[in-house]
């Protein structure tokens, strides 16, 4: 459908119809509205876009979205959405703040769209089976585990790297090249969830290679926040120096850890060397590059997808998989 | 609802309905069946919550998101979210990639959903009429603005920066502190799009200030990318080291050339200045920070919401907000 055609279905000129457009004012209304009319009526769209788009309400999967500004999350969210959509389903996103309650959101999600499956990006890693009994669909749980919870193996799926074991990777790397006073800055020690894992994978790893865990090289920030992250390397610093290692559990929190060291005259990684769990983008344009774990987040992604829609297929289908995050070399860690 | 009242409910002990719940083995099926049964009927949705979230579908209001791995719009996301549920309207958020066609989209979004109303979150700056026709509910481009396009004022609204002033005040400031020599990298010059309006910002500081343009201090980069944005700067200085200022018209683009004049061995600032627009988080945390524009991302996101509502309450109502970008000073420029 051209100007042309639109000029022709009104019986006016084609500079008629490109006023109307342009909005001059030397146009009779008779005429603005019959080529407004046109236009509308003419406006395209293909039918199989439309069916993919939205499919019945019966094909509709939930995706509950925890924490907006998680950087992890939005890389995966599109992947996740193609995924669904490709596969013939109609995804139906859903936001909720990094500390709000994803079952409950997904509950109400689940009887208001009347869903086929859920997933959920992101959450706690301590569900009881009680809480779940609200969620009638068959759901995954994307990028976490149920590790602290008591949910029932064969009721639920799961993909994530495996938190513990990544972190003790990454310090391992660290006593590898001669680390033996590494320093941890975490949202928590026992917050039954992702920052506890990655901390029992750091002592891990300290135990592993025979090194004593020091309370004193241990500090808190209570979130993920950038400006927490920040000031807790900075109480670290005020309280001692003596490490020649730092270990933080996301590249965003070693991001602003590493602004912090340098703000206090500790150079990276003359003087501290610094590693990651994540694997941002951001991350290689930093300066110096942050060496990092790096969560394979378009194959969780499509791996989720794929278990749910088995797992609508075949009640009795539930899968637990727990995928490698692979050592990125940067430049903040050198050997000594 | 507590495991006791459960228990009570199903004839049966405390420590039985525990072991159900944590699967133990040695529990009948049939007793099994009826703790679960028990456990479901009994999950609480409050119904305030179940009514915000999904009211009517003709209270539903349309999110197209342009560009999920955009930091800026992440982060606006859930003010509009909140802000939405809390006029009691349901936002429903839709994901296309940064060159989709967001007014497709929106057209088929608006019939499936049965839209009382569209915010495109990002989108092209250059709509004729016609495209526009295929929406039949308000809009608002939310962040973006019409100006290469020809759709009536009235028609529409919009919140978003002066993008064209922003960048001339941003390479004002670098005027300001004595640069005369400032290299411009951007994706294009003529994209109809944001890139043209920015980079014609930064034609305007340079004639206002009497300095002639010189197109081997301009590089092109086809995208926002990180690393095409790193390699633009590469080329740029494989052509030229004769300025000490590079202006960047992202915070991403900025953090990724930054990198490339680092890996090319000069110095942020003693070397060459760069400044930028957006003011993202994690730019406050990068080595050195980076000085940047920053745009008034809850206040835009809020104002899209407000103008949105107002345009459904009145559908005469249309209103084209600019809102100030404020220089949030960082170390990345220095006085020569």
Redesign the interface.
């Known amino acids: 459908m051209t ?1 042309k055609d ?1 000029a022709k279905n009104c019986g006016v000129s084609v500079s008629t119809v490109s006023r ?4 001059h004012p030397d146009v009779s209304e008779e005429v603005r509205q019959r080529v ?1 009319e046109e ?2 009526r ?4 293909p039918n199989d ?2 069916r993919n ?2 499919k019945s309400s019966s094909d509709a999967i939930g995706v509950v979205v925890r924490g ?2 998680n ?1 992890f999350f ?2 995966m ?2 992947t996740i ?1 193609d995924e669904i959509t490709q596969r013939g389903y109609a995804p139906v ?3 909720i ?1 990094s500390e709000a309650d994803e079952v ?2 997904g ?3 689940e ?3 009347k869903l086929r499956g859920l997933l959920f990006l992101g959450g706690r890693y301590d569900y ?3 809480e779940l ?2 969620i ?1 669909v068959p759901f995954v749980c994307c990028s976490y585990t149920n590790i602290f919870g ?4 064969e009721s639920y799926s799961s993909v994530s790297i495996d938190d513990r074991l990544t972190a003790c990777r990454a310090v391992g790397e660290l006593i590898s090249r001669g680390h033996r006073r590494i320093a941890a800055v975490i949202p928590a020690r026992s917050d039954r969830s992702i920052s506890e894992l990655r901390y029992l994978g750091y002592l891990d790893a300290l135990m592993e290679n025979g090194i004593e865990a020091d309370s004193a090289l241990i500090e808190e920030t209570g979130s993920f926040d ?1 400006r927490e992250s ?1 000031e807790g390397v900075r109480r670290l610093l005020e309280r001692t120096e003596d490490f020649t290692a730092l270990f933080m559990i996301s590249d ?1 929190m070693a ?2 850890g ?2 912090a060291l ?1 703000d206090c005259g500790k150079h990276v990684p003359q003087d501290v060397s610094v590693i990651a769990i994540d694997g941002l ?2 991350s ?4 110096p ?1 942050l060496s990092t774990m790096v969560q394979p987040a378009d194959e969780m992604a499509r791996e989720s997808v794929q278990i749910l829609l088995k797992m609508l297929e075949d009640p009795g289908y539930s899968r637990h998989i727990r995928l490698e995050a692979v050592l990125r070399e940067g430049a903040s860690v050198r050997n000594v």
Chains 1, 2 share one sequence.
């Open positions: 100007i639109i109307v457009l342009n909005s407004l236009v509308e003419c406006a395209y769209i876009s439309a788009l939205v907006t500004e950087l939005s890389r969210l599109q959405g996103p859903h936001f703040d409950k959101a509950a109400i999600l009887r208001e769209k009881v089976s009680t009994a609200a009638r008591t949910l029932n193996e950038m920040y965003t991001i602003a590493m602004k340098e983008n951001v290689k344009y930093i300066s590059t």
